[in-house]
């Protein structure tokens, strides 16, 4: 759902096919706990798909969930940053409390060690500006990249990524911060390889990530930085939302989280979008809501000397 901000607020609602089948076929219900393989401790906000990622599911903050799974599903896909995918037949799954998902051997960074505070270069959307903001009331479960661009080739490190979380919706919501590799165009290789959760203090404002422990190297092709929204059960994240139709009929719409910032200040900006841990759909210069806008991401980059 996207909402323009001008003096009365108006909504343009997209509509998509998110599950095959058709709404009479039985469902499957399934309620687990995700764990992690070798220490048996919950996996936050883990998602549980398909294969085809048709339909998606996250835990919550305890690696609960309970999944509506449709009925021509017979395979579903678990996935959290750090994690190994894993597939798990619906029949063998069924009667388990619990699933099992082994964690990925981490790799040690370079440790770059400085003396004084770093000179930083601020790339992507910089200004405080939100004429356009997006928020999550479509049933789906999205994540946005945007290009940051190393046009000056400059040699340094990623510090921080901040967002600009709009004003509306819940901000306190968790959302998962995604940084990915620039392959060929579009994101590519996770870059932070582990999950990185974080919350706004409040609406209208930056929420400003501390990357710099985790050393990523900023390259000269560049690289993609992303928000996953982690629509969960959790009730206190949710809210509702109405709007008037063009026949004058006002439809309400179930809504989860916080609201991310679009504008147009980037003239040539480049993201992507996908839903439910898919296959990654660019967004040109026209956009779907056809005027060229993009989220209101930022990075910072540690300059090395």
Same mark, same amino acid.
């Given at each position: 759902?996207y909402?323009?901000?001008?003096? *009365?607020?108006?909504?343009?609602?997209?509509?998509?096919?998110?599950?095959?089948?058709?709404?009479?076929?039985?469902q499957?219900?399934?309620?687990?706990?995700?764990?992690?393989?070798?220490?048996?401790r919950?996996?936050?906000?883990?998602?549980?798909?398909?294969? @085809?990622?048709?339909?998606g599911?996250?835990?919550?903050?305890?690696?609960?969930?309970?999944a509506?799974?449709?009925?021509?599903v017979?395979?579903l896909?678990?996935?959290?940053?750090? #994690?190994?995918q894993?597939?798990?037949?619906?029949r063998?799954?069924?009667?388990?409390?619990?699933i099992?998902?082994?964690? *990925?051997p981490?790799? +040690?960074s370079?440790v770059?060690?400085?003396?004084?505070?770093?000179?930083?270069?601020? +790339?992507?959307?910089?200004?405080?500006?939100?004429p356009?903001?997006?928020g999550n009331?479509?049933?789906?479960n999205?994540e #946005?990249?945007?290009?940051i661009?190393?046009?000056?080739?400059?040699?340094?490190?990623?510090?921080? !990524?901040?967002?600009?979380?709009?004003?509306?919706?819940v901000?306190?919501?968790?959302?998962?911060?995604?940084?990915y590799?620039?392959?060929?165009?579009?994101?590519?290789r996770?870059?932070?390889?582990?999950?990185?959760?974080?919350t706004?203090?409040?609406?209208?404002?930056?929420?400003?990530?501390?990357l710099?422990?985790? @050393?990523?190297?900023?390259?000269k092709?560049?690289?993609?930085?992303?928000?996953?929204?982690?629509p969960?059960?959790e009730?206190?994240?949710?809210?509702?939302?109405?709007?008037?139709?063009?026949?004058?009929q006002?439809?309400?719409?179930?809504? #989860?989280? @916080?609201?991310?910032? #679009?504008s147009?200040?980037?003239?040539?900006?480049?993201?992507?979008?996908?839903?439910?841990?898919? !296959?990654?759909?660019?967004?040109?210069?026209l956009?779907?809501?056809?005027?060229?806008?993009?989220?209101v991401? @930022?990075?910072?980059i540690?300059?090395?000397?």
């Open positions: 759902m909402t323009h901000s001008t003096s *009365r607020f108006w909504l343009i609602i997209l509509f998509f096919t998110v599950i095959g089948g058709s709404a009479g076929h039985a499957t219900t399934l309620s687990g706990q995700i764990l992690a393989e070798d220490t048996r919950p996996v936050p906000y883990s998602l549980i798909t398909e294969p @085809q990622h048709r339909f599911t996250y835990a919550d903050a305890n690696g609960r969930f309970t509506y799974i449709p009925a021509n017979d395979t896909l678990i996935t959290c940053v750090g #994690f190994d894993r597939l798990i037949p619906l063998d799954s069924m009667l388990a409390q619990t099992e998902i082994r964690p *990925r981490k790799e +040690l370079e770059v060690v400085r003396g004084k505070k770093p000179r930083l270069l601020v +790339l992507g959307a910089i200004r405080k500006k939100a356009i903001v997006w009331c479509s049933g789906r999205i #946005f990249a945007l290009y661009r190393n046009l000056k080739s400059a040699d340094g490190y990623l510090h921080r !990524v901040s967002y600009l979380i709009a004003r509306g919706g901000p306190s919501a968790p959302f998962r911060v995604r940084v590799e620039n392959s060929d165009g579009e994101p590519g996770d870059l932070l390889a582990e999950s990185l959760v974080a706004a203090r409040r609406s209208n404002s930056w929420c400003e990530v501390d710099s422990s985790f @050393q990523i190297p900023f390259p092709e560049g690289l993609f930085v992303a928000m996953e929204w982690l969960t059960d009730n206190q994240y949710k809210f509702t939302t109405s709007f008037r139709m063009p026949d004058g006002r439809n309400v719409r179930d809504c #989860f989280g @916080q609201y991310l910032a #679009f147009k200040e980037l003239r040539s900006a480049l993201y992507w979008e996908r839903i439910n841990g898919g !296959v990654w759909r660019r967004h040109s210069t956009s779907r809501v056809g005027t060229g806008e993009h989220p991401i @930022q990075a910072k540690a300059l090395t000397e």
